[in-house]
């Protein structure tokens, strides 16, 4: 069992910078490939952003790619996404997933992919 707990989130201008933080609890996280989903109002669930058990291999969505950077710390158990000149179309809640049973390193973008997830932090940037 994985609980994941994200952090980080609030209110932004437009062009300005959060970090979000998913903290997890158990022994699985450094096995874990994790990632990044967002949730717009009335949108479904996308990928953001998806970092190997290592963390020396990542994926992004291209929405985001060259200003969102995902990184982890397996002493620290958490993952972070450093979301910089965000823009008001990232307005969304933000989710971070587990998925300890994949051993390679190809991209996982889809929701299925990961067993669990957290409640999620709300990210607003305002125009």
């Known amino acids: 069992q994985v609980q994941l707990v994200e952090s980080g989130g609030g209110l932004v201008q437009a062009g300005g910078s959060l970090r979000l933080s998913c903290a997890a609890s158990g022994r699985t996280f450094s096995r874990s490939v994790m990632g990044w989903f967002r949730q717009a109002p009335g949108k479904e669930r996308e990928f953001v952003a998806q970092i190997s058990r290592s963390g020396d291999i990542t994926y992004y969505a291209d929405s985001v790619k060259g200003r969102f950077t995902i990184s982890r710390d397996n002493a620290k158990n958490t993952v972070y996404l450093q979301m910089n000149n965000l823009k008001p179309g990232d307005t969304a809640v933000y989710y971070c997933?587990?998925?300890?049973?994949?051993?390679?390193?190809?991209?996982?973008?889809?929701?299925?992919?990961?067993?669990?997830w957290g409640q999620g932090t709300q990210v607003t940037v305002s125009s």
């Open positions: 997933a587990a998925d300890p049973y994949y051993s390679g390193n190809n991209p996982r973008t889809r929701l299925d992919a990961y067993t669990y």
